[in-house]
């Protein structure tokens, strides 16, 4: 690769400086992404904007590596149902998953604010720690960095991940076919409504849960259970529609869903409602969307469902057509492009 | 192992929240490692606390991979000799190399800043993609969050590296031998000098510039070179001195090295000198000391001394005796024992 040239690519030129929606999994951060890191170090190995890269040692495990890196700033450090020592383990590891790797080894980098409680950081790594043997991964290496009071926010966690993949599917954006059937593993939207609610205190009469799990036991299921997977995405920032459009654009393809379908738990519609949130939009932890042949679409859901991480699968929508990149909800009334968010609905929900 | 007690261990308990010191590379660091992390994730896997973790995935590569992670957070991002994203490369390489192992994957995780400039950031990024040239790594898989201003201070980096080991020497503390010649690749001090000059608006006369370089290929030429490497530290946070003491007590011997034997460029030890630091505490980011047997020592010089940067490498000293962990610096007077310091000089050098 040639030097960069240090002037402003287009569309970044647009922004001189760094805006929260810069990190909020949508088109801006694509553009950042874009325009500063693959423009520097390439495009990711495997597919489009994929979340692991392959890696290829002479002789190595029958099917090679993945390997992946996400760093974890989570606002509050604790929510219902989970927190940022449990996110930086299982975001990880769900990340290997969706490459179809059984996680292994993750390496753990901590910034830690001047003034952290040695209680608050206990609670999180006790939390890694539970996460990472429910997981069957080994923290192996790791770093400590602490700054001073107010250039961190209690702390911040960088996990990267290795895994060992037990396949040779194609996994990605480019295997996605015509006919494929479009599954989604649970409820969207609860861990985004469950971090807000706990930071701005806001109560929906019920405490709502984040979905924040692994999801590698499924996923794994999956692959070793003879569904060809063609493609894989959990619903992190940005939600199913971030997601959605992502692969629609790399596949150039039609995807196609309805809206009803799509499972929504009620109290998270209710906070939805109030707050002018779309769900589609409303970042998960927990839950991901799967591309398989339609025929394959039953015995998919058949094992999603053994595990309760993904219960609630269900396939809400197929590929129609190739061509073109784009995300169609169809509704009582017809059907509306969807499309993701400039930024996020709220940062920091990882 | 079993679930943590969540009370603070001792001597973690006399600090009831983080203080700069626990990322300063000496006791107190280690401290929260041991008292923190060790009691959740286990030691690391291969030697006392080393740097880098094996993976040993089934039908690996000849000799299996290396893994390590690193966290940067120095400050000012540019300074005389080097920027945040050639650290970012260069240091988590050099962990690699220190396994004696070829870098040759890495992740790249950033913490941005919001209002951080985008050229800042483009800067930044054309160091790291030069250095990973330099170095022969590639950047696989990467990561992007931003966090409110003054929630950062510009960007933190997370990196992990992947690289492929080519020996099958037992490279620890656990190797060192009574007898063991102990050389330092060069000059010591003039990356904290650098940084801190930098920081702080200090004048020198001269401008120091940062020791910051990939060492792989010197130690890499060790290994190969038929050197029976016993052990490599590089000299980061707490210096020449905690890298000593560090090994010293992990290998339980006595490492004696005469104090005017250790190289000191002569504008560092004038501003040390004008500071009250002692150039051995003082973090380097291009040095390291490997311990080799005695009988080797000379061939191993004339093989680091073909590389630039460890052109400047001589032997300081040796290992005396077995039992206790201890460092002696000889100087004209006699000799005094050296200990790591509490904390750092000054924090934020990588």
Known sequence: MSDLNLSCPTPLARYPAVVM????????????????????????????LHDAASLDPAGTAPHGL????????????F????????LAIYGTANDLAMAGARPRWMSA????????????????????????????????????????????D???ITTSGVGVLSHDLPIGPAAVCQGDAVLVSGDVGRHGIAVMAEREGFQFGTTIQSDC?????????????????????DLTRGGLASALVEIAEAARVTVAFQDQSVPVDQAVRGA???????????????????FVPEPQSELALSLLRRHPVSAGAVQIGTVRATGEGIVLAETIGGERPL????????????
């Not at 952290?116 to 043997?133: D, F, G, Q, W, Y």
């Not at 799990?213 to 995405?233: N, S």
Request: with cysteine.
């Open 66 to 77: 993945a390997f992946t890196t996400d760093a974890y700033v989570v606002r509050p450090l």
């Open 154 to 156: 209690g702390m911040y």
């Open 213 to 233: 799990a692994p999801l590698c036991a499924p996923v794994l299921d999956l692959v070793t259970g003879g569904i060809e997977v063609h493609c894989l995405r």
């Open 79 to 86: 929510f219902p149902g989970g927190n940022i020592g449990e």
């Open 339 to 350: 499309d993701m968010l400039s930024g996020e609905l709220l940062p920091r929900i990882c």
């Open 21 to 48: 929606a810069h990190g909020g999994g949508g088109r801006l951060m694509r553009d950042l992404i874009e325009g500063v890191f693959v423009r520097a170090f390439g495009s990711p190995r495997d597919a489009a």
């Open 109 to 152: 980098a901590f910034v830690l604010e001047e003034g952290l409680s040695i209680a608050t950081l206990l609670r999180v790594v006790e939390a890694m720690r539970k996460a990472a043997s429910d997981v069957g991964v080994e923290v192996v290496t790791g770093d400590t960095k602490v700054v001073e009071r107010g250039r961190c």
């Open 272 to 290: 939805c409602e109030l707050l002018g949130f779309d769900p589609l939009h409303v970042a998960n932890e927990g839950r991901f969307v799967a």
